[in-house]
């Protein structure tokens, strides 16, 4: 993560970047893992999001599978939608599999949308 991106933030600070927030994650919904009907963020394939003072944008991610053959697709996707957001000045991806996904990362709205029981 760049050192812009590790500044503190002011609770003003804060307040003034929520509805960016709330942007940016309307944008990651956009995008949809190939393979399963459900966009990234409610498969819980977003570990972090951080945005600094100067809009720049941080996002730790993974995938289902570590040898998902359209990871390459998917990040540039993810890229592409968040830096189309009115108000992100740029995006920066970082990849993990520490912690390594499973279901129980889904939010509820996946789970319905997959057929599964939300209170599992």
């Given amino acids: 993560m760049s050192e812009q991106n590790s500044e503190i933030l002011t609770p ?4 003034e970047l929520a509805p960016l927030y709330d942007a940016v994650i309307l944008a990651l919904k956009q995008v949809y893992d190939p393979e399963i009907p459900v966009n990234i963020y409610d ?4 570990y972090e999001l951080n945005i600094n003072k100067s ?8 995938f289902t599978a570590p040898n998902c053959p359209m990871a390459d697709e998917v ?3 993810v890229q592409h939608s968040v830096e189309l957001t009115p ?6 991806i970082e990849m993990t599999f520490d912690p390594v996904w499973d279901r129980s990362m889904l939010s509820d709205e996946a789970r319905i949308a997959l057929g599964m029981d939300p209170d599992f």
């Fill in 12 to 15: 003003d600070d804060v307040k």
């Fill in 43 to 46: 498969l819980g394939l977003v």
């Fill in 55 to 62: 809009h720049e944008v941080y996002i730790k991610m993974t």
């Fill in 75 to 77: 990040i540039g996707e």
């Fill in 87 to 92: 108000g992100v000045s740029r995006c920066e």
